[in-house]
T-cell receptor, first 112, second 112 residues
Framework: GESVGLHLPTLSVQEGDNSIINCAYS??????FIWYKQESGKGPQFIID?????DKRQGQRVTVLLNKTVKHLSLQIAATQPGDSAVYFC???????????FGSGTKLNVKP | NAGVTQTPKFRVLKTGQSMTLLCAQD?????MYWYRQDPGMGLRLIHY?????TTAKGEVPDGYNVSRLKKQNFLLGLESAAPSQTSVYFC???WGSGNTIYFGEGSWLTVV
């Protein structure tokens, strides 16, 4: 299948290190945010979400931080593994239009 | 639990031909969506549906039509395929507008 992730920012990390992937969103009124993982040739897979009334949310090995002041979202992956290699992108939902807007993503390469 | 299922996974069309992409979800979701994904770009919404019998235009609706005759199915039609419609198409569904969107595995379409 067609490869996704061409010409995307790339983050390379060593296996076992922590990864931080950043996302700047556009609408200060956006009230819901999601991080997705997309492996080559597959559909986006939900990782973690956060609503605008929170600053931080933790999942299994992942943490999402939301800074509404600067409209910034980050995804932290602890003890990164080779299976984490994929394109990661964020999605924001605007309450005005009730639709999601998606970033183009960051490609994470995990070196063994 | 299959989630969101799309068919076909790969298709090559000649310019001017028509085709239909099929999407089925077994999560009883009200909302369904069709997105396209192009290299280096975020997912763009083509059409969506907020319930059986309803459809609405997204960001890039031109050249596409949709139908939602049954709650579990959302069909995307290309009336007269053009090379600009070469893309990866993703169907998705959610409970409502403020809920997580779950994606299918994608349909790779090439128009020559």
């Amino acid at each position: 299948g067609e490869s996704v992730g061409l010409h995307l920012p790339t983050l390379s990390v060593q296996e076992g290190d922590n990864s931080i992937i950043n996302c700047a969103y556009s609408n200060s009124a956006s009230d819901y945010f999601i991080w997705y993982k997309q492996e080559s040739g597959k559909g986006p897979q939900f990782i973690i979400d956060i609503r605008s009334n929170m600053d931080k949310r933790q999942g299994q090995r992942v943490t999402v931080l939301l800074n509404k002041t600067v409209k910034h979202l980050s995804l932290q992956i602890a003890a990164t593994q080779p299976g984490d290699s994929a394109v990661y992108f964020c999605a924001e939902k605007s309450p005005n239009f009730n639709k999601f807007y998606f970033g183009s993503g960051t490609k994470l390469n995990v070196k063994p | 639990n299959a989630g969101v299922t799309q068919t076909p996974k790969f298709r090559v069309l000649k310019t001017g031909q028509s085709m239909t992409l099929l999407c089925a979800q077994d999560m009883n979701h009200e909302y369904m969506y069709w997105y396209r994904q192009d290299p280096g770009m975020g997912l763009r919404l083509i059409h969506y549906s907020v319930g059986e019998g309803t459809t609405a235009k997204g960001e890039v609706p031109d050249g596409y039509n949709v139908s939602r005759l049954k709650k579990q199915n959302f069909l995307l039609g290309l009336e007269s395929a053009a090379p600009s419609q070469t893309s990866v198409y993703f169907c998705a569904s959610s409970w409502g507008s403020g809920n997580t969107i779950y994606f299918g595995e994608g349909s790779w379409l090439t128009v020559v």
